[in-house]
């Protein structure tokens, strides 16, 4: 493949185009920098999963997507429409997923403090589920729930003692965690029988999530094997009936060309192998499955593309090329040093015959897009777009620099639109007083 990206192609005009929008027609229409994102791609990845649901778990199964990697109203309309759920981990994210119309009986809520004025609007607007975090949180819960004359359905989280990422993970036991409570410990068993207990709470399931930009399947059966025999401890020694089983996301994409995903269903269908035969072997019924992608939603879905400034050689050393954008669109390189493939967008496949590292225009040296980039030859003036940008990118966007952040423009079927439109300078002076 060309790629990373699946929806990519190179048009007549020898342009990189996306959703069949040619690349430079949208960079001349709403300027760059830009988040382009292809609908039709979040639509199918969606439907992988929903699909996969419906084939191993017979339908009885949500998926919901993680909307932390990419939250704006647009987003939650088409998880709506898709049939997804959706999880929330801020006041400020159940608010979006509201005001765009998103059914509350399909939020989950998340996140491991959440305030008191966040709980009530969660009990509000009724979401499906509050994911408790911790005994401190069961309590304001079962609080504030009792007040409102209310009963809270909940999961809550459990930390099962394994460690994903990428290519490795390991069995830890590791308690070092600021998520959930500790299964090997004990912690997990006191938090289901002290919830259970409670008059405002209604223990429903049971949440794990074990990593981000995970590659192996071993990782997710070994969680949902630790998850089900929790789940038939409880009924075996304290008769708590737990229903619902939520596996997390953390499923890997392809960032770059040494990025090995696995289709997403094959999760689905190795990790349902595991929960029905621990259903079958330890007497307990199938629990409703929950999973939560997020990154594997919408990655692959989408690009940033910037317009080349400044080109700088440094003999023997390095060159930089300067883009118009930077940490403040992508802070994922100077968090984690992520990496990135690029492409020149006109004529994208000429031969590479240039090395070179993408910089922002922040002040900050590690303010870096791409380290190392192979691109055909570039100069100023020129377009080139930021792959695999789709998640974790305008969500974690800020405006440090004083940077507006850019807007997110929806390409389906040839046709594109404003889905959330670019800062303006009056936007970022709008909360100064005085
Ligand atoms: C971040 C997160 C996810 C999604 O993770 P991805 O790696 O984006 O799939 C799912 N569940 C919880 C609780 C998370 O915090």
Do not use: W
């Amino acid at each position: 493949m060309d790629f990373v990206m699946k929806c990519l192609s190179v048009n007549q005009k020898g342009n990189l185009s996306i959703g069949g929008c040619d690349l430079t027609d949208i960079a001349a229409e709403y300027g760059t920098p830009s988040y382009i994102m292809d609908e039709d791609e979040i639509r199918k990845n969606c439907r992988v999963y929903t699909n996969a649901m419906n084939e191993y778990y017979d339908g009885k199964g949500i998926v919901l997507y993680a909307s932390k990697a990419l939250s704006c109203k647009y987003i939650y309309r088409i998880m709506k429409e898709e049939g997804m759920g959706v999880d929330v981990v801020s006041g400020g994210e159940l608010y979006t997923a509201i005001k765009a119309g998103f059914p509350a009986e399909r939020i989950y809520f998340h996140g491991n403090n959440k305030t008191d004025d966040e709980i009530k609007m969660a009990l509000e607007y009724g979401v499906g589920r509050i994911v408790a975090d911790n005994v401190f949180e069961l309590e304001s819960i079962n609080k504030i729930a009792g007040k409102m004359g209310k009963t809270a359905d909940i999961m809550f989280r459990i930390k099962p003692g394994i460690d994903a990422h990428t290519h490795s993970f390991v069995q830890t036991g590791q308690i070092d965690s600021k998520f959930g409570v500790a299964l090997e410990t004990g912690e997990a068993e006191e938090f289901a029988v002290k919830a259970d207990s409670m008059p405002n709470i209604n223990v429903v399931g049971v949440h794990c999530h074990i990593g981000s930009q995970i590659f192996e399947l071993a990782p997710f059966e070994l969680a949902a094997e630790k998850m089900m025999n929790f789940i038939a401890d409880m009924k075996d020694r304290h008769g708590i009936e737990i229903d619902e089983l939520n596996l997390g996301g953390g499923y890997g994409i392809k960032y770059t060309e040494s990025d090995t995903p696995i289709d997403y269903d094959k999760y689905i269908c190795a990790v349902s192998k595991v929960v029905r035969g621990i259903s079958e072997s330890r007497g307990v019924k199938l629990p409703f499955i929950v999973m939560e992608p997020g990154r594997s939603i919408v990655a692959e879905a989408g690009l940033t593309v910037y317009k080349v400034g400044a080109v700088k050689e440094i003999p023997n050393i390095r060159t930089y090329i300067s883009v118009d954008g930077g940490m403040g669109d992508n802070p994922r390189y100077i968090l984690y040093q992520s990496e990135y493939e690029a492409a020149r967008v006109c004529d994208p496949l000429a031969e590479k015959t240039m090395i070179a590292t993408i910089a922002g225009k922040c002040c900050e040296s590690g303010d870096i897009l791409v380290e190392n980039a192979r691109l055909p030859e570039v100069k100023a003036g020129d377009l080139i777009a930021v792959l695999a940008t789709g998640a974790y990118n305008y969500s974690m966007a800020s405006n440090y620099n004083r940077i507006p952040r850019p807007p997110i423009v929806m390409v389906s079927g040839g046709k594109a639109r404003l889905a959330v439109k670019r800062e303006s300078y009056d936007d970022l002076i709008a909360n100064d007083l005085i």
